[in-house]
């Protein structure tokens, strides 16, 4: 069965100081991925997506994210957060060939960035 | 344009009282997803259709759980009887067609307590 794990479940991190969030997934075929960011109070909104081409995807608010596939990997980087950069970061991942929009998450991991 | 609406926002039950959460997807939308969010368990996908039909419910935790969508602008989830261990997020998510290229848009969610 799929999986996604995201290591780390709690980051305290100062205002400029660079991120980086891992996220691993498990399945051997093709995997279309996504990062989730849910702002206190809010929903979940769509960080960024990778589908295929560039492994190095960027999405809003000067997050990026790149796909390793040796490692299983699609981790979560910026190079210098803001306060406002707090908020739980989720992980997913759903299966081409499945060809649903069946998504399976991560635990998710809260950033909290101090002024 | 409105997106995923979600009512209510707030439920405060007591233990073996029915429980109705409801979702107004994005209209057009053809995809429905009910999650599930929980500090101990993240977030879990319970049930999803796809042109008002439901695809895959291997997520829905019990029998007490059930979910409907009668139309394309509307979907419930269900909860009868009650616990205090259903006390949780419930978000609902709707997409444009079913592939998995999609992205997920999501209602901002009903956060329901059990007593």
């Known amino acids: 069965a799929q999986s996604v794990s995201q290591h780390n479940h709690h980051v305290i991190l100062s205002e400029a100081a660079s991120l980086e969030l891992g996220c691993n997934y498990s399945?051997?075929?093709?995997?279309?991925l996504f990062w989730y960011v849910q702002y206190p109070g809010q929903h979940l909104q769509l960080l960024l997506k990778?589908?295929?081409?560039?492994?190095l995807v960027k999405g809003i608010k000067g997050f990026e994210a790149e796909f390793i596939k040796s490692k299983f990997s699609f981790n979560l980087r910026k190079p210098s957060v803001q306060w406002s950069d707090t908020a739980e970061y989720f992980c997913?991942?759903?299966?081409?060939?499945?060809?649903?929009?069946?998504?399976?998450f991560g635990q998710g991991t809260t950033l909290q960035v101090k002024p | 344009d409105a997106g995923v609406i979600q009512s209510p926002r707030h439920e405060v039950t007591e233990m073996g009282q029915e429980v109705t959460l409801r979702c107004k997807p994005i209209s057009g939308h053809n995809s429905l997803f009910w999650y599930r969010q929980t500090m101990m368990r993240g977030l879990e996908l319970l049930i999803y259709?796809?042109?008002?039909?439901?695809?895959?419910d291997s997520g829905m935790p019990e029998d007490r759980f059930s979910a409907k969508m009668p139309n394309a602008s509307f979907s419930t989830l269900k909860i009868q009887p009650s616990e205090p261990r259903d006390s949780a997020v419930y978000f609902c998510a709707s997409t444009l067609g079913s592939s998995s290229y999609n992205e997920q848009f999501f209602g901002p969610g009903t956060r329901l307590t059990v007593l």
């Open positions: 259709f796809n042109n008002n039909v439901p695809i895959d």
């Open positions: 997913a991942v759903n299966s081409f060939s499945s060809n649903t929009g069946k998504l399976i």
């Open positions: 399945y051997g075929g093709t995997v279309n």
């Open positions: 990778y589908f295929s081409g560039d492994p």
